[in-house]
């Protein structure tokens, strides 16, 4: 029988990470270790009481009201998603559409692209620079020319893990008149660094600002599917007209809230990442030929001219690293996450052992 998908659905690519049973499983920017025991007890705890038969409309108030808090909004800017995935595809659906132009930076998070297709609208990738920094007029002159309806920035950006400043946002933002949504899924690493990069504060100034966030990084939440995005009121309500009722469940509420109630005990393991990142950083610019980009993430991306074959190897000791392919402007690079500090040790060893050739 031959079925009538829908048009364009065969040549959508998939999201295309290959997964196995890694020993150490670097690839996908999680965070290594489970949350605090702390924090999963008093989830348990607050799962025990769930009424299961209701929908779960009053726990959706309440984490979009904690959210809101926190940067001085109303609960009306707040849009939560089953991952921050969810939020980008639902903007992306919300701007989209035929004829619709939707700009984002390249190399950047490769669904953007996916979502644009999905969404009937035409993605149009900018060039970072070769060292991976933003050129912002170049990105400004995209999005006029295109007379886009949506453009997007990832900051900090994966995944090369570049910090774009503040002051090029705002530049951006102030040039451009279409929504602006930064995808903020690791700016928590940046902020814990010292970083005042993110663009919240620049919302009230800029109306035409959205701000996505994530559970899934720095709160080692993944596997619950959180997110929020902060918007104005307008934005907010047209995509939430994108989604289903009670789209999202009581499980991931009441587990990302209480995960929210106490993100100070992530404080500890956000800083540890850090000092991860710049130890595995300076072991990996000491290797002959490696080329490490500078960031401000959890993860590091790394050019080296046998990078197919380091790849090779690491998979078979089984270590899963994120490698690009022939993805633009990505050849012959590696993206390592980091784990714990003894996972670090086991495959900077590895890399070390391939690079000096002793292998
Ligand atoms: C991981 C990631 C996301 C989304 O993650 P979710 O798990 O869906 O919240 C969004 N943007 C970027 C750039 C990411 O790396």
């Known amino acids: 029988m031959k079925y009538k998908y829908r048009s364009g659905l065969a040549d959508m690519p998939s999201y295309d990470v290959v997964e196995r049973d890694w020993r150490i499983k670097i690839n996908a920017n999680e965070c290594g270790m489970n949350p605090p025991p702390l924090v999963q007890e008093r989830a348990m705890t607050r799962l ?59 190399p950047s998070f490769s669904m953007y692209k996916i979502y644009a297709k999905a969404a009937e609208a035409e993605g149009i990738p900018v060039d970072l620079e070769p060292d991976y920094t933003l050129d912002v007029d170049k990105f400004i002159a995209a999005v006029k020319e295109s007379r886009a309806s949506l453009a997007v920035i990832c900051n900090p950006n994966n995944p ?39 663009a919240v504060p620049l919302m009230k100034k800029y109306p035409h600002i959205i701000v996505a966030r994530t559970f899934s990084k720095a709160y080692g939440l993944a596997s619950c599917r959180a997110g929020y995005m902060l918007a104005a009121e307008d934005i907010a309500t047209m995509t939430g007209k994108t989604m289903m009722p009670y789209y999202m469940n009581v499980l991931t509420l009441t587990v990302a809230d209480t995960v929210w109630q106490m993100r100070d005990e992530y404080r500890p393991r956000i800083e540890q990442m850090i000092t991860e990142r710049e130890r595995m950083a300076m072991e990996l610019e000491k290797l002959e030929g490696f080329t490490v980009y500078p960031s401000a993430t959890n993860f590091l991306l790394v050019k080296y001219d046998r990078a197919v074959e380091l790849n090779e190897y690491l998979t078979e000791l089984s ?38 050739g002793e292998v």
Request: net charge negative.
């Open 160 to 198: 090369t893990g570049s910090l774009f400043s503040l002051e090029d946002v705002e530049k951006v933002a102030k040039s451009i008149n279409c929504p602006l949504l930064m995808d903020e899924a690791y700016m928590e690493f940046a902020e814990a660094a010292g970083y005042k990069n993110s």
């Open 319 to 356: 270590i899963g690293v994120r490698s690009f392919g022939a993805a633009p402007r990505l050849e012959n690079t590696l993206r390592f996450s980091m784990g714990t500090p003894a996972e670090n040790d086991q495959w900077l060893l590895a890399v070390q052992t391939f690079a000096r």
């Open 48 to 106: 025990d009481r769930v009424a299961f038969n209701r929908y779960p409309n009053e726990q959706a108030d309440m984490l979009r009201e904690a959210i809101a808090d926190e940067y001085g909004l109303k609960k009306e800017n707040v849009v939560l998603g089953n991952g921050s995935s969810e939020i980008i595809e639902k903007l992306f659906a919300t701007f989209g559409g035929k004829g619709h132009k939707i700009v984002y930076p390249q």
